[in-house]
C-alpha cells in the first residue's frame, strides 16, 4: 500500500514539473529556468513521472502469501489444528 502512495505522490511531482516547463506557466508564479532548456525540463519531468507509475503499478513480491485456517471438528467444537496457504496467481 506504501508503494502505491508513494508512488502517486512521485506522479504528481512529475507532473507539475513538466507544467514549469512551459514558460507561459513559469512566468506568471517567478521561477526562473534554472539554466535548462523547457525541452530538458519536460523530459525530467516525465521520467518522473514514469517511476512514479511503475512504483504505484508495481506488485511488491515481500508481502507474505496468504494462510487459511485448517479446523477439525463441527460447530462449537471446532478448532485450529494448522493453516494452509493460498498462492495467488
Given amino acids: 500500500m506504501a508503494n ?14 513538466m507544467i514549469i516547463s512551459y514558460p507561459v506557466i513559469r512566468k506568471p508564479i517567478g521561477i526562473a529556468s534554472l539554466g535548462l532548456s523547457d525541452s530538458i525540463v519536460m523530459i525530467i519531468g516525465l521520467a518522473i513521472v514514469l517511476i512514479g507509475i511503475i512504483l504505484a503499478f508495481s506488485k511488491s513480491s515481500g508481502k507474505q502469501e496468504e494462510e487459511v485456517p485448517i479446523f477439525e ?5 471446532r ?3 494448522g493453516y494452509k496457504r493460498m498462492n495467488k496467481k
Fill in 4 to 17: 502505491k502512495s508513494l508512488g502517486y505522490t512521485i506522479s504528481a511531482i512529475g507532473i507539475i514539473i
Fill in 73 to 77: 471438528g463441527e460447530g462449537k467444537n
Fill in 79 to 81: 478448532r485450529v489444528v
